[in-house]
């Protein structure tokens, strides 16, 4: 499984808490980081949150820091926990593996693995 599966998408109302799966094995799952991406209709991708292949390192677009955390289990399952979602957060979320080292957020071109995304949708 070296492509990225998300799940745990769902229509919700403001205020509610949901958390996304994004499941990888193989190889490259325990040395790649990990990071979540979001998309509304027509309009650009944008970074959500990531996590490096060692777990060390960890950031937040400054749309959700707070609100949202990013973590890892055994098994290089990453998740994010969303709470307190936003109508502003509706969005297909897709999660990507990226061979980064380091510190710092990789580049939309340096990630090499990408899911298909699963949806979250919240109502006023």
């Known amino acids: 499984q070296v492509y990225p599966v998300e799940s745990g998408g769902a229509s919700v109302q403001a205020g509610a808490p949901l958390r996304l799966s994004c499941a990888s094995s193989?190889?490259?799952?325990?040395?790649?980081?990990r990071t979540w991406f979001r998309q509304a209709p027509g309009k650009e991708r944008t970074f959500v949150a990531h996590?490096?292949?060692?777990?060390?390192?960890i950031y937040y677009a400054e749309s959700v820091k707070g609100r949202f955390t990013i973590s890892r289990d055994a098994n290089n399952t990453v998740y994010l926990q969303m709470n307190r979602l936003k109508p502003e957060d509706t969005a297909l979320y897709l999660c990507?593996?990226?061979?980064?080292?380091?510190?710092?957020?990789?580049?939309?071109?340096?990630?090499?693995?990408w899911g298909r995304g699963t949806q979250v949708i919240v109502s006023p």
């Open positions: 990507a593996s990226s061979p980064k080292r380091g510190w710092g957020i990789p580049s939309i071109d340096e990630h090499d693995y």
């Open positions: 193989g190889y490259t799952a325990s040395t790649s980081g």
């Open positions: 996590i490096s292949w060692n777990s060390a390192n």
